[in-house]
């Protein structure tokens, strides 16, 4: 078969070094019956020791190249491949629950896909992504970092995660300009999500950190009062990075 040239418009850098595919497996720690999905197979790298365990595998991926390539060195009673875009692909409708999603990211589409899962988290066991580690340090920053931002707070109020290690770019082929790094998600317990209305919630945060720099009282000025944000206990002269994520659920709830 043709090699296959890597297009950068699908964020395409394949794993080539074994020992991180290993080590990505072992995080993953599949089960035979375990019903996963993987988000942009590739060229297999993850795919196939992945199916050395696994009875069943779904994979997402865009590129009819690639497609063309698995459905040639797969089975199909093995593996269902969804060909499309992983961003419009409704995962819930694989699994009522326990669904476990894997995949080294396409870079272009990171943040995008994170938010298209999320609608899906209830449904979702658990999730590991390889991401540039930029984006990962955002994901999992504590208040008061520079890197705590929006991301940070939406995907911490849905999931709790781990930044597990660090990967670096001699470990593809094209090797990328930047660090990887793989992050395990697990949802949040239902009970634990206490936003009374999400899409507020996400209204919020927005709203929030749309200038970084400024404070709360100017930045929410329309959405809450000061004296709505001393009654919570939260300095209107503050700024986005400095709360916590439980305090844009307390502004939320207070008001709806
Ligand atoms: N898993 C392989 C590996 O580790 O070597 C490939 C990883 S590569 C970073 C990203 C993969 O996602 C490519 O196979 C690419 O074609 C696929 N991809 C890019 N955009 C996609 C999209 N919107 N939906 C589904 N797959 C996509």
Redesign the pocket.
């Known amino acids: 078969m043709q090699e296959h040239r890597a297009?950068k418009r699908?964020?395409?850098?394949?794993?080539?070094s074994s020992g991180v595919?290993a080590s990505i497996i072992s995080a993953i720690n599949p089960k035979p019956d375990d019903c996963m999905v993987?988000?942009?197979?590739?060229?297999?790298?993850?795919?196939v020791p992945l199916m050395d365990t696994l009875k069943h595998l779904h994979v997402?991926?865009?590129?009819r190249d690639?497609i063309a390539r698995l459905k040639q060195n797969h089975r199909q009673d093995k593996l269902t491949i969804h060909e499309?875009?992983?961003?419009e692909?409704d995962f819930g409708g694989l699994s009522e629950k326990n669904l476990r999603i894997v995949?080294?990211?396409?870079?272009?589409?990171s943040t995008p896909?994170l938010f298209h899962l999320s609608r899906f988290a209830t449904q979702v066991r658990d999730m590991h992504f390889?991401l540039q580690k930029e984006v990962v340090d955002r994901m999992v920053a504590e208040p008061g970092s520079s890197e705590f931002g929006r991301l940070s707070v939406m995907l911490q109020y849905r999931y709790d995660m781990d930044r597990l290690f660090i990967v670096p770019p001699d470990a593809?082929v094209p090797a990328p300009k930047v660090d990887s790094a793989i992050v395990r998600m697990i949802p949040r317990p239902v009970e634990a999500l206490t936003a009374k209305d999400e899409a507020l919630f996400g209204d919020v945060v927005t709203a929030a950190f749309s200038q970084r720099r400024k404070m709360l009282r100017n930045t929410l000025k329309g959405i809450i009062s000061e004296t709505g944000l001393e009654a919570l206990g939260i300095a209107p002269t503050a700024r986005a990075e400095t709360l916590a994520v439980s305090d844009y659920v307390r502004i939320t709830n207070s008001l709806s």
């Open positions: 297009r699908f964020g395409q850098n394949f794993l080539s595919i993987e988000i942009g197979p590739g060229l297999g790298a993850m795919t997402v991926e865009i590129d690639l499309g875009d992983a961003l692909f995949g080294n990211l396409p870079y272009n589409i896909i390889m593809f």
